[in-house]
């Protein structure tokens, strides 16, 4: 027969296992938005600059509102 200290025991563990997993589940989540934004940002960049009148240097005919964009999302990006 289980007593009570087996039971709460348990229910700790159980406990400290799903939020283990939910935070491993989180981190997962954000690293691979933040991976899908920096190459949706990346391929913007390239294609935007590379489409500018001409090719060859692409990233530095970026427009200077999608720099400012790119920045202002930085902050987000941190958490």
């Not at 600059?49 to 240097?57: L, M, R």
């Amino acid at each position: 027969m289980l007593n009570e200290h087996d039971v709460v025991a348990a229910a700790v563990v159980v406990l400290v296992h799903v939020v283990v997993v939910l935070i491993v589940v989180v981190v997962v989540v954000v690293v691979v938005v933040v991976v899908v934004v920096v190459v949706v940002v990346v391929v913007v960049v390239v294609v935007v600059g590379g489409g500018g009148g001409g090719g060859g240097g692409g990233v530095v005919k970026v427009p200077n509102d999608v720099l400012i964009e790119i920045v202002s999302m930085k902050p987000f990006l941190m958490f």
